[in-house]
Structure formats: C-alpha cells, structure tokens
C-alpha cells in the first residue's frame, strides 16, 4: 500500500489555517463517508480517513468562512 504525501500546508488551506478546523472537518468528512455518503473522488481510497484527506487535497470540501 502507497501512501501519498500530502503537505500540511495544502490541507490547511481549506481550513482557514486552522489546524482543529482541519481535524474536526477530517473527521465529519470520514464518518459521512462511514456511514454510506458516495465519496467525491473518483478513486476512493481503502480507508474513509484517506478518502476525506484526499478530498480535502483536491479542493472538494472546506470549512465555510466565519461570517462576520
């Protein structure tokens, strides 16, 4: 099994720099995915987790923006 390096930085550009925003969305997105929601990736991955992160790296989900 191959395991791709994503850099931190990528991932947190979807969450605002937040690095509990990225958990917390990592999270939500892998349990959805857990629980029967279809992936929005082509190729998903083996495992939810790694489906999410790979989500998250390609730009499909993100933290909405704090209204303010």
Avoid: C
Avoid at 7 to 24: D, F, M, R
Wanted: glycine letters at 4%; a positive charge; charged letters at 45%.
């Amino acid at each position: 099994m191959k395991n791709d390096y994503v850099p931190l930085e990528k991932l947190l550009e979807a969450s605002n720099g937040s690095i509990y925003k990225l958990t917390a969305l990592v999270a939500k997105r892998a349990r959805s995915i857990a629980e029967g929601e279809k992936p929005l990736i082509d190729k998903p991955k083996e495992k939810v987790i790694d489906t999410a992160l790979e989500e998250i790296k390609e730009g499909k989900i993100r933290v909405k923006k704090d209204k303010k």
